[in-house]
Nanobody, 118 residues
Framework: VQLVESGGGLVQAGGSLRLSCAAS????????MGWYRQAPGKQRELVAT???????NYGDSVKGRFTISRDDAKNAVYLQMNSLKPEDTAVYYC?????????????WGQGTQVTVSS
């Protein structure tokens, strides 16, 4: 299973970016999908998750600004980021729970850099 992320970059404060993550390989089913981020010198933190039933959960710092969505036909998860702030600067990672045969396994993307300038 491979996860390919895209959409990171440099944006000014108040701007928007959309991250994408697509899974490929021997996938029977995908359960939860999510985005996490890690800023320099800090621990990786939850940004947002979405279940197979489309229930969503957001970290407190991004509520009301970020929206997570998924496209099961494409095995993809997206993160729409609006009203970006300098403190959103981090490497963003997608995580996907993939069913292979009869068990779920977590896979991580390679990370994509998001930099928000003030």
């Amino acid at each position: 299973v491979q996860l390919v992320e895209s959409g990171g970059g440099l944006v000014q404060a108040g701007g928007s970016l959309r991250l994408s993550c697509a899974a490929s390989g021997s996938i029977s089913r995908i359960n939860a999908m999510g985005w996490y981020r890690q800023a320099p010198g800090k621990q990786r933190e939850l940004v947002a998750t979405i279940t197979s039933g489309y229930n969503t959960n957001y970290g407190d710092s991004v509520k009301g600004r970020f929206t997570i969505s998924r496209d099961d036909a494409k095995n993809a998860v997206y993160l729409q980021m609006n009203s970006l702030k300098p403190e959103d600067t981090a490497v963003y990672y997608c995580k996907v729970a993939v069913m292979i045969i009869a068990s779920f396994y977590d896979y991580w993307g390679q990370g994509t850099q998001v930099t928000v300038s003030s």
